[in-house]
T-cell receptor, first 113, second 114 residues
Framework: RKEVEQDPGPFNVPEGATVAFNCTYSNSASQSFFWYRQDCRKEPKLLMSVYSSGNEDGRFTAQLNRASQYISLLIRDSKLSDSATYLCVASRANFYNNNDMRFGAGTRLTVKP | NAGVTQTPKFQVLKTGQSMTLQCAQDMNHEYMSWYRQDPGMGLRLIHYSVGAGITDQGEVPNGYNVSRSTTEDFPLRLLSAAPSQTSVYFC?????????????FGQGTRLTVV
């Protein structure tokens, strides 16, 4: 079982829709959480960090529930340019490194006109 | 801004051949890592390094070697390529002594082993 699990999708939504992605992590020692975005045949890039209090960046809202070990990403008013794969990341500290990142397999989103 | 630079972008190898994937970063990051990405599997950590002279294994290290002689460079060596190593390889770098720190990725190397 992967340490970070995501629904692979694909999610096909019309422009303007609201879409939510969910992610669970199994290692309770995880301390930092992120959503990365990956466009087709490109490298992953940070979309946003996820904090316990929840955080928002424009149309994007991320939530963390430590008790349930659950992370979510909400995209409002979807744009064509939001079409991408969204990677959930849980990070934990080890002896050497405060940023040992574990990635989910990604959720693919296609926004259609 | 160069960031993380990987070479080559594409490579085809025959089974049994060896090669080195190059990775360089100019952000003075302590931490560098190599991932492979396969369909349905996500990014899996191969090897990582927290500084010059220090490397360690990740989730899927078999068949790969690394070294870190400088802060900037972190090459990945395939000793004897196998078809199971066909994948997209990403190098990443970040600060290692901070929480919530962003990882920066290279553009990837698409490797096919025939």
């Amino acid at each position: 079982r992967k340490e970070v699990e995501q629904d692979p999708g694909p999610f096909n939504v019309p422009e303007g829709a609201t879409v939510a992605f969910n992610c669970t992590y199994s290692n309770s020692a995880s301390q930092s959480f992120f959503w990365y975005r990956q466009d087709c045949r490109k490298e992953p890039k940070l979309l946003m960090s996820v904090y316990s209090s929840g955080n928002e960046d424009g149309r994007f809202t991320a939530q963390l529930n430590r008790a349930s070990q659950y992370i979510s990403l909400l995209i409002r008013d979807s744009k064509l340019s939001d079409s991408a794969t969204y990677l959930c990341v849980a990070s934990r500290a080890n002896f050497y490194n405060n940023n040992d990142m574990r990635f989910g397999a990604g959720t693919r989103l296609t926004v259609k006109p | 801004n160069a960031g993380v630079t990987q070479t080559p972008k594409f490579q085809v190898l025959k089974t049994g051949q060896s090669m080195t994937l190059q990775c360089a970063q100019d952000m003075n990051h302590e931490y560098m890592s190599w991932y492979r990405q396969d369909p349905g599997m996500g990014l899996r950590l191969i090897h990582y390094s927290v500084g010059a002279g220090i490397t360690d294994q990740g989730e899927v290290p078999n068949g790969y070697n690394v070294s870190r002689s400088t802060t900037e460079d972190f090459p990945l060596r395939l000793l004897s390529a196998a078809p199971s190593q066909t994948s997209v390889y990403f190098c990443a770098s970040s600060y290692s002594n901070r929480m919530n720190t962003e990882a920066f990725f290279g553009q990837g190397t698409r490797l096919t082993v025939v």
